[in-house]
Antibody, heavy 123, light 107 residues
C-alpha cells in the first residue's frame, strides 16, 4: 500500500527557510489526490498548512500563505514543503498526508499519513 | 475561516463504556466532516469520512453522525486500544481546519 515518509533537517535557524520532502512509495503521485502538509504543536494542535493537487494548483492556509510553497516532483515521486523566514512559532511536527479527490457531497478524508518529522527553530 | 470546537477536551472512561465526542462548526459545513484518532508519538489515523462513513479497516464500534454544524463521534463499547486523542476536521472549504482534540483517558 502507499506509504509516505517525511525527511529534512530537524533544526533550522530563525529567519532561514525550512525545507521538507515527502517521499511516496507503493504508488505514484498521480492525478486524483490532494497532497497535503499539516503540522502539530502542543499549543495549537493540528494546523493545515496547504495542499497541491492534480494540475498543480495549490491552496494554503491564509495565515501562512505569504511564507509557504508546496510543489510536486513526479520524476522523484516526492512532495516538497518550503517555509520561509521561520521563527520559533514554526517549531512543530510536520506531517505529509494524502486525500483522494472527492465528488460533490463526498470527501474521503486524509487517508494516508507519513510518520511525521520534528522540526525545531532555534539559533 | 471555519472554526471547529470539540467537546469535551478530555474525558475519563472505562473499558466497555459508550463514549460520545462532539464537534461543532462555526458555520454550516454540510457533511464535510472527518474524524481521526491519534496515539502518542504517532500520526493521526482516519476513522470516519463525510460525517458517517467508516474508513476501511475501522472497527464497527466507531460511528459518526451529524450535518450542518453539529457532529458526533460515538464509540459504542470502549476498548483498551481506543484510549487516544480524537480530532475532527472540516473540508467544506478549501481552507481545512481541525478541532482542538478530545483526549480519552482510562478511568
Amino acid at each position: 500500500q502507499v506509504q509516505l515518509q517525511e525527511s529534512g533537517p530537524g533544526l533550522v535557524k530563525p529567519s532561514q527557510t525550512l525545507s521538507l520532502t515527502c517521499s511516496v512509495s507503493g504508488g505514484s503521485i498521480t492525478r486524483g489526490f490532494y497532497w497535503s502538509w499539516i503540522r502539530q504543536t502542543p499549543g495549537k494542535g493540528l494546523e493545515w498548512i496547504g495542499y497541491i493537487y492534480d494540475s498543480g494548483a495549490t491552496f494554503y492556509n491564509p495565515s501562512l500563505k505569504s511564507r509557504v510553497m508546496i510543489s510536486v516532483d513526479t520524476s522523484k515521486n516526492q512532495v516538497s514543503l518550503k517555509v520561509n523566514s521561520v521563527t520559533a512559532a514554526d517549531t512543530a511536527v510536520y506531517y505529509c498526508a494524502r486525500a483522494p479527490n472527492g465528488v460533490p457531497g463526498l470527501d474521503y478524508g486524509l487517508d494516508v499519513w507519513g510518520q511525521g518529522t520534528s522540526v525545531t527553530v532555534s539559533s | 475561516d471555519i472554526q471547529m470546537t470539540q467537546s469535551p477536551s478530555s474525558l475519563s472512561a472505562s473499558v466497555g463504556d459508550r463514549v460520545t465526542i462532539t464537534c461543532r462548526a462555526s458555520q454550516s459545513i454540510s457533511r464535510y466532516l472527518n474524524w481521526y484518532q491519534q496515539k502518542p508519538g504517532k500520526a493521526p489515523k482516519l476513522l470516519i469520512y463525510t460525517a458517517s462513513t467508516l474508513h476501511s479497516g475501522v472497527p464497527s464500534r466507531f460511528s459518526g453522525s451529524g450535518s450542518g454544524t453539529d457532529f458526533t463521534l460515538t464509540i459504542s463499547s470502549l476498548q483498551p486500544e481506543d484510549f487516544a486523542t480524537y480530532f475532527c476536521q472540516q473540508s467544506s472549504i478549501t481552507q481545512w481546519t481541525f478541532g482542538q482534540g478530545t483526549k480519552v483517558e482510562i478511568k
